[in-house]
């Protein structure tokens, strides 16, 4: 017959240990947004009234995306092109 598995001493592994050459840590808590706006693809803060905005839908090949803001419930749209005309170059 087969051998048994025995809990004992033994460890099992789901997954594979990371090696040591992992990619450098990206500190997420600080704020991506610089002094005129945040970058494409993520949300802004609402035209109207200033209140935080909320990205319904991101339009790629249009490059576009579809906002809404949280407080006044406004919907807005931001192109790419308002996005990095609103950044400072580089």
């Not at 109207?48 to 839908?57: I, N, P, V």
């Not at 991101?58 to 790419?80: G, N, P, Q, S």
């Amino acid at each position: 017959m087969g051998k048994k598995w025995s809990g004992s001493g033994s460890t099992m592994r789901l997954f594979r240990s990371r090696s040591s050459d992992s990619p450098e840590v990206v500190d997420l808590r600080t704020s991506a947004e610089g002094p005129s706006g945040p970058p494409w693809g993520s949300p802004s803060n609402c035209p109207y009234c200033h209140g935080r905005g909320y990205l319904d839908h991101v339009d790629l090949f249009d490059e576009i995306m579809y906002l809404h803001c949280t407080a006044c419930e406004e919907k807005f749209v931001l192109t790419r092109a308002q996005t990095d005309a609103a950044r400072p170059s580089a």
